[in-house]
């Protein structure tokens, strides 16, 4: 009986291991790679690309470019000097937040990923109490969002797997 459980143990981590190291690389363009539990649906708008992943298990995998040099003429010389001021995170913050008006948002945090600027919050939709889970990163006049939202009594770290898989490309 020790054995069937000790083999029943190790097939559940390696099932766990492979279902890990199977995610997907995407590249989001010369500077940065995200990784995804399958194959995202791309999106392009003016100034900006999505991709987007929706598991059966009803949580949200996404990542967005954005451009600011295109969709604010702010270039990253113009940005320099606002980056790191709690104030431009709180403009980032409510800029999504503009969007979600049923959402209550944490703070946001500042910090940094690699050399440059991150920003880091949360929010839960009012209603249906799926937890949003947020990560900017800002290098040059770019602005890469990942976010992940989970519905309401699900457990998972996937959520922190995604917003943690951001690669620096040389």
């Known amino acids: 009986m020790k054995k069937i459980l000790l083999l029943l143990l190790l097939v559940l981590s390696v099932i766990f ?3 890990q190291t199977a995610w997907i ?3 989001l363009d010369e500077k940065i790679s995200v990784k995804f539990p399958e194959e995202p649906t791309k999106t392009t708008k ?3 690309e999505s991709y987007v992943f929706k598991g059966k298990d009803s ?3 996404s990542a967005t470019v954005l451009d600011y040099k295109i969709l604010a003429n702010l270039d990253s010389a113009t940005l320099a000097p606002l980056k790191d001021s709690q104030q431009f995170a709180d403009q980032m913050m409510a800029g999504m937040a ?3 008006p049923n959402y209550t948002f944490g703070e946001a945090k500042i910090g940094k990923w690699k050399t440059y600027t991150n920003y880091t919050f949360s929010g839960v939709d009012n209603s249906t ?3 949003l889970s947020v990560q ?3 290098i040059g006049s770019k ?3 990942l976010t992940c939202l989970v519905p309401d009594k699900i457990v998972t770290k996937n959520d922190g797997l995604f917003l943690n898989s951001a690669e620096l490309l040389k």
Do not use: D, E, F, R
């Open 17 to 19: 291991t492979n279902a």
């Open 143 to 145: 602005m890469y969002a």
């Open 25 to 27: 690389t995407k590249k």
């Open 98 to 100: 503009s969007q979600k």
């Open 136 to 138: 900017m990163i800002l």
């Open 59 to 61: 949580i949200q995998y």
């Open 129 to 131: 109490k799926k937890q």
């Open 46 to 48: 003016t100034a900006s």
